[in-house]
């Protein structure tokens, strides 16, 4: 009837045209999504590499340091620290602990527990 009158060619062609539509569209999806992605991992990577080297201040953000410089005054900062509580010339706390806990035996003998 209606396939007589038309033919299967002209049906055929609709049906191959709507199955390459279906497939491109299909296909242009999963691209955006892949593409949505790579778009999230390349900034996380951005953001790691700025957190690891740092950034230079700009116009109403201040710059902040990278993680070697940080790392760095950490290191300075607990150096100062180990310096404080080893006893060494005289300088530092553990000497003064030191030297207050002598005098304070001295004065009471009955302390030294």
Partial sequence: MIADALGTAPVD???VWCGALT???AATGMLWRLGRV????????EE???DWQGTEPRPGVPGREGVMTRLDGIERRLSAVEHELRPNSGSSMRDAIDR???RTLRFSPDAEA
């Fill in 13 to 15: 062609t609709v049906v």
């Fill in 23 to 25: 497939a491109v569209t």
């Fill in 38 to 45: 790579v778009r999230q991992i390349a900034h996380r990577v």
């Fill in 48 to 50: 790691f590499s700025e």
């Fill in 100 to 102: 207050v806990d002598r």
